[in-house]
């Protein structure tokens, strides 16, 4: 856990964690050993709460000591754990101030005076004691040295009391290569003294299970394997994904990925989800704060249940012996638990012969017919006995508890046909329908009922007034459209998904959800971006236009714009402006007048129509004061003139960003990564960001497996807007290959990711 997590419940710190622990069955003859799945929290536990742990399946709790003043709670929790017939695993926190004391220091005599009261106190119920939490050289004081010594002492005084006690560790979070290094080096100077190597790992963003899972294929495990930890028990203590970040499907999802993935790797002997209760936008509870059952809660309970009896098929939609079945169904078979997925492709049997798509849903095989189904015919899917789990069993199709293998456990789905289909819909999208204030930089998000034909989808799409090329991504039912523009602001936009939008089978898109095809079905969705005439701000990111349209001779507007405190005078500074005129078809003048200095008169004279023609006026002298700046736009045209407008964009920095602005305009303010332009590139291509703060800034370059290909910035920067050039002939250790990639810039907090295509 975090210092930040540890610092905010210090007060009364009871960190459970819940295992779940099993026997292999004597049918599940793959695996090896048995593993315990958990669950961790806890704060002050009382009976509803270890009520809960045990309608979870969980047998094992955490506690956590930070203090000898804790044994006054965890003495209850201890009695309550153990008349539910719960073990326990605890970990000790040093004792000390924030700062680790020198190696001198008779604060080292408490620590060893901690320990004893800890072990001689629980030392009849509690066998595994852990090492601190997140000690890692370079982190307040500790170095490579204090942590051998606090590893040392608790292993030295805990045998001496309690020579059964075994000491797990080194219990911090696992970020990738640095981390591998520390750990090869602790377990080469301290793998003696530790009888389970445990480490906390997470990933911020999707596929959350997939990547965990990899890192401890791809670093973790390799390091255990060539440090003299090959035989040793590896604890995964803290894992999860922010509930804040994700709908509870994907939370309930995660469970079930991981208990699965885990099953899968008997060299991971427990895992501990981070936690139990939900306490805020930081935690991962399976529970809410009133502890009732969230989706996660029923899905990680389900998973535990599933690894204790055979390989079960546990739902079908359509269910077995349904009729009337629509020609374009999509076919979904839900297994129990994780299933060697290639192993059921390949076994799966359609009669009478059809041609489907695979796709999976976490262990829901999905069918996908590539054509109609034929008409009034009774079909029959089959899933022969041999049909194997991620751990080796082989399918209990009968679902009578025993492995007896094919055809005795074949499992068997039959239905029949209808006469007609469904049209496929979008059940939602993002903006959302008739949004207002939509942000400039915003991507078009629709998802489906169905999968659907993705190219039919693609060339289907159109939005008016056009921004330009993007591109899709597809997750799923979900299309992602990435516009490489911006989107104008203060305008009304239609994004339209055609008829033509099919799904694999041929059946068109019901966009107005009557239930048929007809005229009307294209797919309209209606959205205002934000920032409406004058006063329209943008952050600084190489632009920093005011729209203004005028409608009659003379039009005056001002927009007002106040200068944040952390903009110094002297970083306020002359600069060149460039005139946008657009729709022009007689002379027009524009005044800009700022602070009542006087006018600075910029003239151009242009012909109606869609281009726009650009002039370079010089801008000399300007200089905005700290605080509120008024600029005054005087529009003049002649009479019985179309209608126009312009745009004033600053070719140099003039401000960092603008903070407030007059008439309503909206101005959307902090951190922004721009996806990079162009895209696809070959070779080169520029990669924009706004800094609200000035801090440590670095933007990466990943591949598609997560593997770092280049940094291109490390550094502390100050506040404003940054270009930053990236090309794929020079990144380590040669020119990258065409294919995705992904850049992520972080800075403090705020941590951004968007993907680019290479394309050579």
Not at 670 to 687: D, R, S, V
Request: neutral net charge.
């Amino acid at each position: 856990m975090s210092k930040k997590k540890m610092k905010e419940h210090r007060w009364l710190r009871v960190v459970i964690v819940l295992f779940v622990s099993f026997n292999p069955l004597p049918e599940l003859a793959g695996r090896t050993q048995a593993q315990d799945f958990s669950s961790h929290w806890g704060m002050d536990q009382g009976d509803s709460y270890m009520n809960k742990v045990v309608e979870l399946g969980a047998t094992w709790l955490r506690i956590d000591f930070y203090s000898p003043a804790d044994t006054l709670s965890r003495d209850r929790v201890v009695a309550d754990a153990k008349a539910r017939g719960i073990q326990l695993f605890a970990t000790i926190h040093p004792p000390f101030p924030l700062e680790a004391p020198p190696k001198d220091s008779t604060e080292w005599k408490q620590l060893d005076d901690f320990i004893s009261l800890l072990v001689s106190r629980y030392k009849h119920y509690v066998k595994y004691w852990g090492i601190g939490n997140n000690l890692e050289p370079g982190k307040a004081g500790w170095t490579s040295g204090l942590i051998g010594e606090f590893v040392k002492r608790t292993y030295a005084v805990s045998r001496r009391i309690d020579p059964e006690s075994k000491i797990v560790g080194p219990e911090y979070d696992f970020d990738g290569q640095t981390q591998a290094v520390e750990l090869a080096q602790y377990l080469d100077s301290l793998g003696q003294y530790i009888d389970v190597v445990d480490l906390h790992v997470y990933w911020d963003r999707p596929p959350f299970a997939q990547e965990v899972l990899r890192k401890l294929d791809e670093v973790i495990r390799p390091v255990l394997l060539t440090h003299g930890a090959a035989d040793k028990p590896f604890w995964l203590t803290e894992t999860g994904v922010g509930t804040d970040r994700v709908t509870e499907e994907v939370q309930a999802n995660f469970y079930t990925e991981m208990c699965d993935g885990i099953a899968a790797r008997p060299w991971v002997k427990k895992i501990f989800f981070y936690n139990m209760t939900d306490g805020g936008s930081e935690y991962m509870g399976i529970l809410y704060p009133d502890l009732s059952p969230k989706p996660a809660f029923f899905a990680y309970q389900a998973a535990i249940a599933a690894y204790k009896k055979p390989l079960l098929v546990s739902s079908t939609s359509p269910s077995n012996g349904s009729q009337q079945v629509q020609l374009n169904a999509q076919l979904q078979i839900q297994f129990a638990r994780g299933v060697n997925r290639a192993k059921v492709e390949s076994t799966v049997v359609v009669l009478p012969s059809a041609r489907f798509s695979v796709e999976w849903d976490v262990n829901k095989m999905i069918l996908i017919p590539q054509t109609a189904l034929l008409s009034s015919t009774v079909y029959q899917i089959k899933i022969p006995g041999i049909a194997l789990s991620v751990i080796g069993d082989s399918l209990d199709g009968n679902g009578n508890g025993r492995a007896e293998g094919s055809p005795t456990d074949d499992f068997i789905l039959s239905f029949t046909t209808g006469t007609t289909g469904t049209p496929p819909l979008v059940v939602s999208s993002f903006p959302k329908q008739g949004a207002t204030a939509v942000l400039l930089v915003s991507e078009i998000q629709l998802s489906f009922a169905t999968y659907m034909d993705k190219s039919s989808v693609e060339s289907a799409l159109s939005i008016s007034p056009s921004i330009g090329a993007g591109y899709f991504s597809w997750e799923k039912k979900n299309a992602t459209f990435r516009p490489f523009g911006f989107f104008q602001p203060g305008t009304f936009y239609t994004v339209k998904i055609k008829s033509t939008a099919k799904d694999p089978t041929g059946f068109p898109l019901d966009g107005n959800r009557n239930g048929q095809a007809d005229s009307l079905d294209d797919f309209v969705l209606y959205l205002l971006t934000t920032g409406k005439g004058t006063g329209t701000v943008y952050p600084m990111k190489g632009e920093f236009p005011f729209d203004f349209f005028g409608t009659s001779v003379g039009t005056t507007d001002t927009a007002k714009a106040t200068l944040p405190d952390t903009v110094q005078i002297q970083n306020i500074h002359s600069g060149t402006l460039r005139l946008v005129t657009k729709g022009i078809d007689d002379t027009t003048e524009v005044q800009i007048y700022v602070n009542g200095t006087g006018p600075l008169r910029l003239s151009q004279q242009a012909v109606g129509g869609d281009n726009a023609v650009l002039s370079d006026v010089s801008f000399a002298g300007l200089l905005l004061r700290r605080g509120e700046n008024e600029i005054r736009f005087v529009y003049a045209r002649d009479l019985g003139g179309a209608r126009s407008g312009f745009q004033i964009v600053p070719m140099a920095l003039v401000v960092n960003y603008v903070t407030a602005v007059s008439e309503g305009g909206e101005f959307p303010r902090g951190f922004a990564l721009m996806q990079n332009y162009p895209n696809p590139f070959n070779p080169t291509t520029e990669i924009r960001f706004t800094l609200h703060v000035s801090g440590f800034t670095s933007l990466k370059v990943f591949d598609v497996l997560g593997r770092e290909v280049a940094t291109l910035l490390a550094a502390e920067k100050e506040a404003g807007s940054y270009t930053v050039t990236f090309d794929a002939r020079h990144s380590a250790p040669a020119s990258l290959p065409s294919g995705v990639y992904f850049y992520r810039l972080q800075a403090g907090q705020f941590v951004d990711v968007k993907k680019m295509v290479c394309a050579w």
